[in-house]
């Protein structure tokens, strides 16, 4: 692999990352200042609707004020994506740019809930479907991230096999 790809690869992580990070914040920030904690404001009535809750929990609220160990598992897991990412740059086999995406919209989200967690103590969620728990960007960065790391295994897999 070239320095150039290289390189490439290393600003699309950054970027993305910082992308996100900075949607999330910019959401929160917005939701956190237009709702009070506990309301709910419908963009499509039953269907979609912006209400703020606090989540001292993981994803979907579970395991709630479990405290420092919610903020010592993102940096590791944190730890281990930047790792990942530096580390396997040069080896196209093992990170493509759908791999890097994948990996930064992950480091992405951890550091966004993991900020909410040192400096509110709690993750700020507003995104409200209605027959899911209420969710943030960040959240949405993870899911999205997993969903194409899990993607990109599945079919490496099948074309092993073929």
Not at 1 to 8: H, I, K, P, T, V
Not at 23 to 47: M, Q
Request: glycine share 6%; charged share 15%; net charge neutral.
């Amino acid at each position: 692999m070239s320095l150039a790809r290289s390189q490439f690869d290393i600003l699309l992580s950054i970027f993305t990352t910082a992308g996100i990070i900075f949607v999330d914040r910019i959401t929160k920030w917005f939701f956190s200042d237009f709702l009070a904690y506990g309301e709910s404001f419908p963009l499509i009535k039953n269907i979609l609707h912006m209400t703020l809750v606090q989540n001292t929990g993981i994803a979907f609220g579970l395991f709630k004020d479990q405290g420092i160990v919610f903020i010592i598992l993102p940096i590791v897991a944190i730890a281990i994506l930047v790792y990942n990412i530096i580390y396997y740059r040069h080896d196209q086999d093992a990170l493509s740019r759908p791999y890097i995406i994948a990996y930064s919209l992950i480091l992405a989200g951890a550091i966004g809930n993991l900020y909410d967690r040192i400096f509110l103590g709690y993750v700020v969620d507003f995104i409200d479907f209605r027959i899911w728990p209420v969710f943030n960007v960040a959240d949405s960065a993870i899911t999205i991230g997993a969903g194409m790391v899990i993607w990109d295994i599945t079919f490496k897999c099948f074309k092993k096999e073929n």
